[in-house]
DNA sequence: GATGCTTACGATACCCGTAAAGATA
DNA sequence: TATCTTTACGGGTATCGTAAGCATC
């Protein structure tokens, strides 16, 4: 048994067993794989994929249970390389962050700015998706930290951090009836029909919920990702806006006003979530620390205590 | 970097870092044991252990960080590894048990011979110590399963499961005047000499407390770690004896007589436990629901390991 | 016929063990 | 001096890549 027959493991289950992918993705020739995997069922002496024929079609029951332990130990493997990294490099490497639409476009660039700055020798890697994409992004250890409103806090195997908490707002056009009102309620918004988020993106649930406790029905006639493209459909007329307040900028969107909402929805909490057992860079843990300073306390390091070096032999 | 290279580094970690011994552990050339380490410290671009002049003295910082990394690397090689024993070898292998004198002499005789019955290819191995070393044997994946009273339970690193509760008991000759007393009191009790475990053992300090809580002084005039031993003394006329009910045979302690002593003294949990991130194969799975009819639920299995400690954001 | 897996085979690199040399206590 | 680590060197083996052979779709 060897790292690399592991490596191979790993990839093919990600590769859903394609193993001239796998041999690609790994630099290696697509014979040298077949045979390390047939290797190691040999080793193990337990058959871990189905075949049809020649082509692996997926995971015997066995494979399935030894798939994460693999996935676990190469993470192990990937924190040691990791902390060596930590120690050579100090200021030197990639940061790759998952991020929402609009935390990339509005809460993110000071922070960013500010940590290019100082690590100017770090490349800093966007990818963006989904909630549910930045957790299976954070999962898969395709970034190191991801940000977002939703489903990050939710899992278990992330640790997250309180970034920022706001509510929604009410975004109309300029010379829009709702800007008259001393304060809005609920029904004043029923009234028209809405744009917000897609269902999973920025708080959208609790937008809902709002209306649903209150007993109103709302309409929602357009909802899309990203505030921009809400922020341009309000403009048109199409409807008044709900939206994170961090996404307003007075002097850009001249055309709208923003109407604070606070006591009308549930307060979001944006986080910033890493997972839980990997070894963070000094850099990145500092970037994590710039969005959440309570995060200073964690750092995950050596949680699991030594092996007592003394009462081991004799 | 290779599996090799990190076995090394535990083994020299565990072996107080001299590389002969760890040699012969691993069952290779002191050579190369000396060059593996050179070549991962050059692969990794860190110097990981301590040297005076030729002598390995320690580890340096990045060695502190990195070798927890390396003991859960391993570990879930270790799973990989049993996994795989469990479907091929199914009802065959060895069950390390570790364990105190009076769990192994009186607690476990039933079930074990039961166990044994039933899996008659798989060898068990009892190790006896104190609480506290069976906790290091656990962590040094020494032994599969741990059954104690005392130290178990507050390891986080460990998943234990109640076994059986109980309250210590007096044992005194049979013609002692407290067994005329229609019921004991502490103050009965601390007139006389005790005979009791030492501290860290079968629940010890629940004894202790007791007299404290009462504001009563006792005199623990002799203190061992087996029940035999205890009973042994009692015999003698030393004093009065303060054990686990279970280690009284009516029938062998024939010169001693038992008194109950429930109101006494706070209930202790017998418990057994397993590490938390170690595979179980299918016959320690068992012997431990056997004990710990409740642990049917667990089993680590392909439960994402929960990493320990820690909690953060929600 | 295109794609994908396995087998065969030769070159390379790696790993191990013996032996000798150097360092430490 | 005895113990321990490093360096040197040679033999064996595992790994890798190319190329050919086959199965699947």
């Known amino acids: 048994m060897n790292l690399q027959q592991l490596r191979i493991v790993q990839e093919a289950v990600r590769r859903r067993f394609n193993l001239t992918e796998v041999a690609a993705a790994l630099y290696t020739s697509q014979s040298g794989v077949s045979k390390h995997l047939i290797d190691l069922e040999d080793e193990l002496g337990v058959q871990l994929f189905m075949r049809r024929g020649k082509r692996l079609t997926g995971l015997t029951e066995p494979g ?3 798939s994460p ?7 192990e493997l990937g924190n040691i390389r990791r902390l060596a990294d930590h120690f050579t490099q100090r200021d030197e490497g990639t940061l790759r962050i998952g991020t929402t639409h609009t935390q990339a476009r509005y809460a993110l660039p000071k922070i960013i700015a500010a940590f290019q700055a100082d690590y100017p020798r770090v490349s800093l890697l966007l990818h963006q998706g989904a ?16 940000v977002a409103t939703e489903a990050l806090a939710a899992e278990a195997q992330l640790a997250s951090y309180a970034f920022y908490r706001w509510h929604h707002a009410v975004v109309v056009p300029r010379d829009h009836p709702l800007t008259r009102l001393e304060s809005l309620s609920l029904a004043d918004l029923a009234a028209y029909p809405l744009v917000t988020y897609h269902a999973g993106f920025t708080g959208r649930s609790r937008v809902d919920a709002a209306f649903v406790r209150a007993g109103l029905s709302h309409r929602v006639v357009l909802s899309a990702l990203d505030s921009d493209v809400l922020k341009a459909y ?23 006003a923003l109407l604070p909402a606070d006591h009308l929805f549930e307060e979001n909490t944006t986080v910033v979530a890493v997972r839980r057992d990997r070894f963070l860079r000094g850099y990145a843990r500092d970037f994590l620390c710039r969005c959440c300073p309570d995060a200073a306390a964690q750092t995950h390091m050596s949680t699991a205590a030594m092996p007592p070096v003394e009462t081991a032999g004799a």
Chains 1, 2 share one sequence.
């Open 64 to 66: 399935r249970e030894l």
């Open 69 to 75: 332990m693999v996935d676990r130990l190469l993470l």
């Open 131 to 146: 909630p549910a994409e930045i957790v299976a992004m954070l999962l898969a250890d395709e970034v190191d930290i991801g």
């Open 234 to 256: 309000v403009e048109l007329g199409l409807g008044i806006g709900v939206i994170a307040p961090t996404a307003f900028d007075t002097r850009r969107d001249s055309g709208l």
